[in-house]
């Protein structure tokens, strides 16, 4: 009889991508598996083939919001026969624990002792693995530096979405010059526009709704040479649909970002950015990605002492890490 299990996701794309190996790890020893995710990220699964069911949680960032929990809980009692507790915090134990769950899998972390039954250690932040082997290793399974994320969307939701936005597959190039975290981790915009006029075909800047005056800040110069070969999607688009432009892309240029998994998942040819932070914790696991980080670059003179700093913002005030990534070296790389 299988075993049917809940997963409470992570809360940010990118973590919940690289969440996928365990996912695969777990439905192959024959747990079914149900996710339950915030609706911004509940897309991702539901392009995880090994996922039975999604459930989106109707909470939002911040506060415990008990009351919705425990009416989450009361709706998902009896379900289950085990619970896997992806991010660290207290609220995320919540719903199993209140659902009475018999079996609750987790890291140890904000006090949350008494809601799991099974604890990992969670490792100090300067010897924690690569996050994908982090969260592969609540499956208590070993062998893990292998496991890269997959992500597959149904053919008929890509054909659907790309029509929608007016889009042929391959015919166009995928900007995402968002970062969530801050602008120590975001290529200059002006970097951006420059190598959209050196490519072949037309861009599509992706991105959310708080990212959207950025992303015009690319257009805007580029269309005014080139009118039309930039097209400004961001806050215009469901996540499915960003997903499936990603899919579909002939390539994609990114920052270290949520996007920037997704299009690792799906093996598309990409260039990915790095500045404040570092490809050793949280590279794009693909073939076809082609990673820029000044601080391995032997001939970077003077060297990036300062780097990675994971700061938001540069505390030197330079950005030389992002800054001197030159448009001609990512348009070599791509």
């Keep these: 009889m299988a075993t049917n299990s809940l997963v409470i996701a992570p809360q940010w794309i990118g973590d ?11 439905q192959a020893r024959g747990e079914r598996l149900t996710v339950g995710a915030l609706p911004w ?15 989106e ?17 009361a709706q998902l009692q009896g379900r289950f026969d085990a619970a896997y507790v992806l991010p660290n915090s207290l609220k995320s134990a919540l719903i199993p624990f209140l659902a ?21 250690k969670n490792p100090p932040r300067d010897e924690r693995p690569p ?42 190039a995928v900007f995402a010059p968002g970062a969530e975290y801050g602008p120590a981790k975001r290529w200059p915009a002006g970097h951006f526009a420059a190598l959209a006029q050196e490519l072949d075909v037309p861009v599509v800047l992706l991105g959310s709704g708080k990212e959207r005056a950025l992303c015009e800040e690319i257009a ?8 039309g070969w930039a097209l400004n999607f961001a806050g215009k688009t469901t996540l499915a649909q960003a997903l499936s ?10 920052n270290d970002s949520g996007l920037m998994h997704v299009a690792a998942a799906f093996g598309v040819p990409q260039v990915a ?47 030389r890490c992002l800054v001197d990534v030159t448009p001609q070296r990512v348009l070599a790389a791509l």
């Design 273 to 319: 950015i790095f500045g404040s932070s570092s490809p050793l914790h949280t590279p794009p696991l693909n073939d076809r990605a082609q990673v820029l980080w000044l601080k391995n670059d032997a001939s970077y003179q003077p060297p990036l002492d300062c780097a990675p700093c994971f700061q938001r913002d540069c505390p030197l005030g330079h950005t």
């Design 16 to 26: 919940a991508v690289m969440t996928e190996p365990l996912m695969r790890r777990l």
């Design 245 to 254: 432009a990603i899919a579909a892309t002939k390539t994609i240029v990114s």
């Design 220 to 227: 805007a110069p580029v269309n005014a040479m080139r009118p």
């Design 100 to 120: 009475r769950i018999p079996r609750r899998v987790g890291y140890f972390g904000e006090a949350r002792i008494g809601l799991l039954t099974e604890r990992l």
């Design 131 to 172: 996050m994908v082997a982090f969260y592969s290793a609540l499956s208590g399974e070993t062998g893990l530096d292998g496991d890269r994320p997959q992500l597959k969307m149904d053919p008929r939701v890509v054909a659907q979405s790309l029509s929608d936005l007016g889009l042929q597959p391959g015919g166009y």
């Design 57 to 73: 949680f109707p909470f939002q960032h911040g506060g415990l919001q008990w009351q919705a929990r425990r009416a989450m809980a």
């Design 41 to 55: 990220v509940a897309p991702v699964y539901r392009a995880m083939p090994q996922v039975a069911e999604v459930v």
